[in-house]
């Protein structure tokens, strides 16, 4: 690890310890609400898991940036390609694991693509603007959240509608789009939109729309290629009718679309890749219906929706000196019904039942894969049991009956006990809980498909403590981890299962400290240790710095990440076979500031990415972004 990053952290949070001893401002301390580990509200303290909380306040913080780059600064998260062109594509890791081993939640619904390789989300497809709040819960979840989550869960609340009548928003920015060895001062970044909502009577509503195009890079690394180009546009439509304190409904609908043009993956010569023809045109459709239901012992709820996306993939095929055309189409359904009983005010009984249906279609010159031939259904009861005592003791314990169209039965567990000293600021949690993930559609019935793939499996063990000093103004966690993972689905000439048991291991540390009323300081550090058939891309070393200023008028922000080396491969033509490369590590320094032109009313922004303009690469090949400049201007009404 690099020694001068050690020593600046170190001097940083020892400065911030030193002074938070020194300052004799109260701290104001709010109970922190989440969801992830019972999905009904709690309070974080009363909770057995270290949840990662990115709140509104937060991504204001970090203006300018997209969603995959505020996920990218989370403790025990790597977004691979969040620096990169916008349309590359997104990895995600947690703890070691893949896209599929990661379940993405929206509003309470599951968000996939039915026909993608490993029934993964697109983060592209996501405006961070719309966004209100995301929960991180790391390890594995399978009792509450099904096949999927096995490393992880992001659990991600759009914004609400406003108490007044009506309340709105409109923005837009523009900005630079450079690599490291560009410096164009034309705008190729551009970002609008707005949103209107409020609440009359009984009946609350939104009406959201983002448009984002950038262009100014090539998505390959490499001389006098090309621009590629990016666009996205969103639509998100909610309507919620409150019947009366017990009982509400809410529908949403939205649209989703991201065009972009892209190049071939390298052959032979690393970034020779530029490609005129390949371009990617994906649109979304998701409705959904979320009806709750509060009485005297609990709650009921319902979270149901559906979805489609249509993908359309023009590219050069090289081998035969043709343009290939690739259609496919994924859909999916979640209805998940669930209830809370309050046997007493320690004890409480989370029992729910989940129904998912995918299927998907593949149709190009060389395949052709049908709906009534690759799709799968799940039907799955759970319980979670939580219990909070008077002395400090938390349990939370659940199973879950997976019950596949493929697949047969499969049960899920969790066990997390966490205890709260009464005479100390402090609380330790262990957790042990198991997960499964099944194949996709895509590794079932797709070209490279092999019918006798079996699920992985997943058991994580966890230890770590919660504190509070300093008059609740400083924050630290940590978190070791063991993952154990079998029948890892990989890929020789098709999708197979590689016999043997793999682990993953490391740690996890966040610090928080509010300074004052008006300065925060943050940072985590991040330790992962994976076995070579799970390694790939993944930092044994990353850290991040966070430090922010508000004032009457405004805020101001720096980021400050260090990114260990990474190892990557690529398929060489030249010999026919598959060669391992290492990537450099690298450090990164955003800063964003933002200033009230009127309060409550009209708000300028700017934001400057990588300002020390360091080169380097996330994934073999491909080019990432220099130092770029933002500029952006909010209205509300």
């Not at 997104?90 to 896209?99: D, F, K, V």
């Not at 349990?395 to 009464?422: A, C, D, L, W």
């Not at 770590?464 to 000439?493: C, D, H, M, P, W």
């Amino acid at each position: 690890m690099n020694k001068k990053f050690i020593c600046i952290s170190v001097f940083s949070l020892t400065t911030a310890f030193v002074y938070a001893q020194q300052d004799t401002l109260k701290a104001t301390n709010l109970t922190e609400v989440v969801v992830s580990d019972t999905k009904f509200a709690q309070s974080k303290e009363k909770s057995g898991k270290i949840i990662e909380v990115i709140t509104s306040q937060d991504l204001e913080a970090r203006k300018g940036q997209n969603l995959a780059n505020v996920l990218s600064q989370v403790a025990g998260v790597e977004i691979n390609g969040n620096q990169s062109f916008g349309g590359k594509n997104l990895g995600y890791y947690i703890r070691g694991g893949r896209n599929r081993q990661t379940a993405i939640y929206i509003d309470g619904v599951p968000v996939t693509d039915a026909s993608g390789v490993n029934l993964e989300y697109d983060l592209r497809l996501l405006s961070v603007d719309q966004i209100e709040k995301i929960e991180i819960m790391k390890g594995a979840s399978s009792t509450l959240y099904g096949t999927g989550a096995a490393t992880g869960v992001i659990n991600i609340t759009l914004k609400k509608s406003a108490v007044k009548e009506i309340s709105g928003i409109a923005y837009s920015s523009i900005g630079t789009q450079n690599s490291s060895e560009t410096s164009k001062t034309s705008a190729q970044d551009f970002n609008q939109g707005f949103s209107v909502n409020g609440t009359v009577d009984k009946i609350s509503y939104m009406t959201s729309l983002n448009s984002t195009e950038t262009k100014g890079m090539s998505e390959a690394a490499g001389e006098n290629f090309e621009e590629d180009t990016f666009s996205r546009v969103n639509v998100l439509q909610k309507i919620g009718f409150k019947v009366n304190n017990q009982l509400s409904f809410e529908f949403f609908g939205n649209y989703d679309r991201i065009k972009n043009t892209f190049d071939n993956a390298f052959n032979g010569i690393i970034a020779n890749s530029d490609d005129l023809n390949n371009n990617s045109l994906s649109e979304q459709f998701r409705i959904g219906f979320l009806p709750k239901y509060k009485y005297r012992k609990g709650e009921f709820a319902i979270n149901a929706g559906a979805s489609t996306i249509e993908r359309t993939v023009i590219m050069t095929n090289s081998w035969i000196n043709t343009i290939d055309t690739f259609n496919y189409s994924g859909r999916t359904a979640s209805i998940d019904a669930f209830n809370k009983y309050n046997f007493s005010k320690q004890l409480y009984l989370v029992l729910g039942i989940q129904y998912q249906y995918f299927d998907m279609t593949q149709n190009d010159a060389y395949t052709d894969v049908t709906r009534e031939g690759a799709k799968f259904n799940l039907l799955d009861p759970y319980a979670t049991l939580v219990f909070h005592s008077n002395f400090g003791l938390n349990i939370n314990i659940g199973t879950r009956f997976n019950t596949h169209s493929e697949y047969g039965n499969q049960m899920v567990y969790n066990f997390n006990p966490s205890y709260s000293f009464k005479k100390l600021p402090l609380k330790i949690l262990a957790s042990y809980s198991t997960a499964y993930i099944t194949p996709s559609l895509y590794q079932l019935y797709g070209p490279y498909g092999n019918l006798e793939l079996t699920p992985e499996e997943n058991a994580t063990a966890e230890l770590g403590f919660e504190t509070l000093l300093f008059a609740n103004k400083v924050t630290i966690n940590s978190v070791a981890f063991y993952r154990a993972e079998r029948n890892t689905i990989g890929f020789a000439s098709n999708y197979i299962n590689i016999d043997g048991t793999f682990n993953a291991k490391g740690t996890e540390t966040s610090i928080r400290y509010a300074v004052s009323k008006k300065i925060n300081l943050s940072g985590n550090y991040t330790f992962t240790q994976v076995e070579a058939q799970l390694d790939r891309l993944i930092p044994k070393h990353k850290a991040n710095i966070d430090f922010s200023y508000k004032w009457n008028r405004g805020t101001f922000g720096m980021q400050y990440q260090f990114v260990d080396q990474r190892k990557d491969a690529y398929y060489d033509s030249n010999i026919w076979a598959t060669q391992a490369v290492n990537l450099a590590a690298y450090q990164l320094v955003n800063s964003t500031i933002s200033y009230d032109l009127f309060s409550n009313r009209l708000q300028l922004f700017g934001a400057v990415t990588n300002i020390f303009n360091e080169d380097f690469q996330e994934v073999i090949g491909y080019n990432t972004r220099g130092r770029n400049y933002k500029l952006g201007l909010n209205f509300l009404f």
